[in-house]
């Protein structure tokens, strides 16, 4: 059986999930608004450069990530989520 990672996400009232699993290295975005869905899909589908601190603050590194690489990529893709599309994503809700 493999393991599902899942957060919840919401748009406006749409509240909805993004499940990733870790075996098959598939996101399924869960979004009513369907044309937030296809904008989040669209998203995780494309290579992304992530800036990541290093040592210190102010000590960056730049890297190509695809999200559905591993758990930890797809995280650090989501904290930007809401500046590309608009869709925030609920850490500390749970997904039903």
């Not at 290295?25 to 601190?53: F, G, W």
């Not at 930890?72 to 925030?88: F, N, Y």
Request: with cysteine; glycine share 2%; charged share 25%.
């Amino acid at each position: 059986m493999s393991e599902v990672f899942k957060v919840a996400i919401h748009y406006n009232n749409d509240n909805g999930s993004i499940e990733y699993d870790c075996t098959s290295k598939q996101i399924k975005v869960n979004l009513e608004d369907e044309v937030k869905r296809h904008e989040v899909e669209a998203y995780l589908s494309a290579t992304q450069i992530v800036r990541a601190a290093q040592h210190t603050l102010v000590d960056f590194i730049e890297w190509k990530a695809k999200p559905n690489e591993d758990v930890r990529t797809l995280q650090l893709v989501l904290a930007h989520l809401w500046e590309q599309t608009e869709v925030h994503v609920d850490w500390s809700r749970p997904v039903a």
